[in-house]
């Protein structure tokens, strides 16, 4: 028994000095505080931490503590920026409250993020966007015993939202990293051209360029065996590095667009041995990373080169940035052919390296303001890539001011970028609550509804969709009528709130969005009913502040304006309504048996081509309107789409022609086009008038397309695309 007790004596004392260790700290009593923010080393990553504690404890409890750039902490005091333990992993953190002081460390940015948790988990702070924080007042701050450390999935983690430029502490709060912190120069993707400038090098060294097709392309990706091509790079790199000596990073990546690799005999051995143009790619890599042994050198991986060689190795200071840009994203990347297409290239690049970065594409470039249904996949798709050895992680999702759920996606891809494992569903109620108040139990039902009328469409959601493709699945019209009641409520429960009505209201823009996007592809519409429908979206629209549409920068005010002049009714009876149309020259692939009515049928076609539109592909086009028969005829147009992210470009030239008998065709003139370079979506329509009535029955189209994108374009020397929607007849 005497055993026994003295057991239990020291057990207690055991006890007591652990809770010691780790003892309660009060920070602010009654609004009073004798406690001090002590920095142990003078460095930004400190400083900010330090600052950012300061502030917010304030704002809790109007308190504000000294902050002491150096000295001795006592107890009740926070010291900042010791050294972190070695389980600390880079910007990873510890909290302590060892002997009665609060003392807060990390690795890099640590120390920062450490203070944002301390906030968040044990001050109640939610940071939710553009300077959008909740948080309590109260006059006393104690914390309880705290010994924890944390430590990111991955050590580099980059998201997108609209406040990261306008709000100095999203960034921090949210633990993420841009690219011009990490990477020499702000060298991180498509720098091949940066680097080799073809403004420089195209005329007088050619062979610098990808050779295919018979000939060199300058402007194309790299010929990678060509010995001055290396010995160039390599210097421009050795200058650049020598300009940041802070950084240890840069990107040496092939210039966006597909299929133009060199094929020269010296890169096709590389890449034949390989089984994957990433042969002759890693090689050039390789041999860079030798050069510079002390420094990483990332590439992509990306398109063309997405499969890894089987033939050789990345050297441990290459940087693989492996991209799953071709992946549809209605479920996780092991569920559909395209994302285990996907899987494969990152098994085989997972086993052959520990350093890989994942690009990740949960977003729809062509529609900022369209439903995009996929938070459901985040966590799978994140925790696959932990699992995968990856080591970096851009989860690309727009986010962009009034597109879908913009702040949403950002917390939880920051969260699960973090921590994978974390609840994604109860951060997601969480956020919602927080950020929506009352209204968040509406849009949860909104997401889950629509999540599942997306799986049960049998649909694909990828990165070029649009609303058009969903009008009979998840956006058809007895589930729009129950968003809309269901944003509705939402707007109800938050009446009173003019700052949570104000986020329910922008939230609601991509279901406004959708439904003028779906009107105007129906042959039969209330045109006072789309007018007050587009009246609507253009005043919410002005409201918040014009939010671009795609990632063109289309914005949505030029939208609504476009709608009136482009889908409205118009005055004048278009001759060619109904009329059959006769090809010379059939359209590419699908589009034959779509532009068998697609041209005459009234519709004119939006941003997006997988509606109304009629393609050719590096070919010219041409076409007979039988108009039924012989007309008065003295105006035609012609409508054609400019979209050079998807390599369609306006044609060079228009010739139209008439006939009575449609066999003797008399000349109506020619229409030379402008190049267009820009890289928004354009609309052009290619007219041509008569004074005097012209007598016929049959019209001849004949387009000369530029059939290869120019050497200005990222697809140089591949086909180009021209499309056309609509022939007005008058």
């Known amino acids: 028994m005497k055993t026994d007790f003295f057991k239990l004596l020291l057990l207690s004392g055991a006890i007591s000095m652990g809770t010691s260790a780790y003892a309660q700290v009060d920070l602010v009593k009654n609004g009073k505080s004798n406690s001090k ?209 802070d950084k240890k990073i840069i990107s040496v990546s092939q210039n966006d667009g597909n299929n133009t690799n060199c094929t020269c005999p010296e890169c096709k051995k590389l890449d034949d041995a390989a089984g994957s143009p990433s042969g002759s790619l890693i090689y050039f890599i390789n041999k860079l990373a030798a050069r510079f042994p002390d420094k990483e050198i990332a590439t992509l991986a990306y398109l063309y080169t997405m499969n890894p060689p089987k033939n050789v190795k990345p050297l441990p200071n290459v940087v693989v940035m492996l991209c799953d840009i071709d992946c549809d994203r209605e479920v996780s990347l092991t569920e559909n052919p395209s994302g285990q297409y996907f899987m494969k290239a990152l098994k085989g690049w997972s086993d052959i390296t520990d350093n890989i970065f994942v690009w990740d594409y949960g977003i729809n470039f062509d529609g900022y303001l369209s439903p995009f249904p996929n938070l459901h996949i985040m966590q799978d798709n994140i925790r696959i890539f932990r699992d995968h050895h990856v080591k970096m992680h851009f989860s690309q999702i727009a986010s962009s001011y009034g597109g879908d759920f913009a702040e949403l996606r950002s917390y939880l891809a920051s969260k699960l970028m973090w921590n994978p494992d974390a609840d994604a569903d109860k951060l997601m109620q969480h956020f919602l609550k927080g950020y929506y108040g009352a209204a968040g139990e509406y849009l949860y039902q909104y997401i889950k509804i629509i999540q599942g009328a997306l799986w049960g469409s049998g649909l694909r959601l990828w990165i070029y969709d649009s609303p058009i493709s969903h009008k009979n699945g998840m956006l058809k019209p007895i589930l729009m009528k129950r968003y809309k009641q269901l944003f509705d409520k939402a707007e109800a429960a938050v009446a009173g709130d003019p700052v949570l009505l104000e986020r329910v209201k922008r939230t609601r823009l991509p279901l406004l969005y959708s439904e003028l996007e779906i009107i105007r592809t129906q042959p039969e519409k209330d045109f006072d009913d789309v007018t007050a429908k587009l009246n609507y979206f253009e005043a919410e629209a002005k409201r918040f502040n014009n939010p671009a549409i795609n990632e063109r920068n289309n914005r949505a005010l030029d939208y609504c304006k476009l709608y009136r002049k482009r889908y409205m009714p118009r005055n004048e009876k278009n001759l060619a309504l109904g009329a059959k149309v006769t090809y010379l020259t059939e359209p590419t692939g699908k589009y034959a048996e779509l532009g068998k009515t697609a041209l005459t049928d009234g519709l004119f076609g939006g941003a997006s081509f997988v509606e109304s539109w009629v393609g050719w592909e590096g070919k010219d086009g041409g076409f007979i309107v039988d108009l039924g028969e012989v007309k008065d005829v003295s105006y035609i147009e012609t409508d054609f789409l400019h979209q050079i992210g998807h390599w369609i470009l306006f044609p060079l030239k228009v010739t139209y022609s008439y006939s009575e008998d449609g066999k003797n065709y008399q000349a109506w003139g020619t229409i030379e086009m402008e190049e267009e370079r820009s890289n928004m979506v354009l609309f052009r329509g290619v007219k041509m008038e008569s004074k005097q009535p012209l007598k016929a029955r049959y019209l001849k189209v004949e387009v000369t397309g530029t059939k290869v994108c120019p050497h200005w374009h990222y697809g140089v020397g591949n086909p180009s695309w021209f499309f056309i929607d609509e022939v007005t007849v008058r």
């Open 37 to 245: 923010i002590v920095l142990a080393e003078q460095t930004e990553v400190n400083r900010t931490a330090a600052n950012i504690l300061q502030d917010f404890v304030q704002k809790i409890s109007g308190c504000r503590l000294d902050i002491r750039q150096k000295g001795k902490a006592a107890a009740g005091d926070i010291l900042i920026g010791t050294s972190a333990s070695d389980d600390v992993k880079e910007d990873g953190y510890q909290i302590s409250t060892t002997g009665g002081k609060l003392v807060i460390t990390g690795k890099d940015n640590g120390a920062v993020y450490g203070v944002v948790s301390l906030l968040e988990d044990y001050l109640g702070v939610d940071y939710w966007g553009n300077n959008e924080y909740k948080l309590e007042k109260r006059s006393d701050i104690s914390l309880p015993s705290i010994n924890k450390t944390d430590n990111p999935a991955f050590r580099y983690r980059q998201t997108q939202n609209y406040a990261l430029q306008t709000d100095s502490l999203y960034k921090w709060w949210y633990r993420l990293e841009e690219p011009a912190e990490a990477f020499a120069a702000n060298y991180w993707v498509h720098t091949f051209n940066k680097l080799l400038p073809v403004s420089e090098y195209g005329t007088t060294h050619p062979e610098y360029y990808a050779y295919f097709d018979g000939k060199r392309h300058p402007g194309a990706q790299w010929c990678l065996t060509n010995p001055e091509v290396f010995e160039i790079v390599a210097q421009r790199i050795d200058s650049i590095f020598k300009a940041n000596p």
